[in-house]
């Protein structure tokens, strides 16, 4: 399976707003090789001589509803927040927030989705650390993973998708650029 631009469903489409369904494991083919396209996907669309030539978005991740497909998966590849020099992959499955921060953290320019086309502008509020619990196909095995900074955002962003809901349902329509002097600014 290859994802494209074109395999990508965007948020007019009423199938993104799907809540997805708990993974069955060990993972079937179909869900292994969906999950891999998935990883393939974010960390190709990173190299862009690799994205223009195969119709890809930069992105640092996606959840399987973006491809149509209603299942608890994701992939992600972030800067490594221990060494930015490196990145850190992850295929989640059945991911699940099991704490958060109180503290919030938001991108200051605002988010962005390969499912959505138009600009939302404005702060989408998330947690400043969380610890997400899932089974991991890059490590094949259960995982708890803590995040903070960028990778935190970008896996609540994912996690987000997996219940139906977009970056800019966040995003306070009455004060959309608010900030919060608590939060950590990324």
Request: glycine share 4%; aromatic share 6%.
């Amino acid at each position: 399976m290859k994802i494209t631009l074109d395999t990508i469903i965007s948020d007019h489409d009423p199938k993104i707003r799907e809540k997805s369904e708990k993974v069955a494991l060990p993972l079937s083919a179909e869900d292994r090789q969906l999950l891999e396209a998935m990883l393939t996907y974010v960390r190709d669309s990173q190299d862009e001589e690799i994205a223009q030539r195969e119709n890809l978005r930069p992105a640092v991740g996606i959840a399987a509803i973006q491809v149509g497909v209603p299942k608890q998966m994701l992939a992600v590849v972030c800067p490594d927040p221990d060494n930015e020099e490196e990145n850190i992959e992850f295929a989640l499955v059945n991911p699940k927030i099991i704490s958060e921060s109180v503290q919030n953290s938001y991108l200051d320019s605002g988010e962005g989705c390969l499912s959505v086309l138009e600009e939302h502008e404005g702060h989408s509020f998330r947690h400043a650390r969380i610890k997400v619990r899932a089974y991991d196909l890059v490590r094949d095995q259960d995982i708890t993973i803590s995040a903070k900074g960028f990778l935190a955002i970008c896996l609540q962003h994912e996690i987000d998708h997996l219940s139906g809901i977009l970056f800019y349902d966040r995003i306070d329509r009455n004060d959309p650029w608010k900030t919060d002097p608590e939060a950590e600014v990324y």
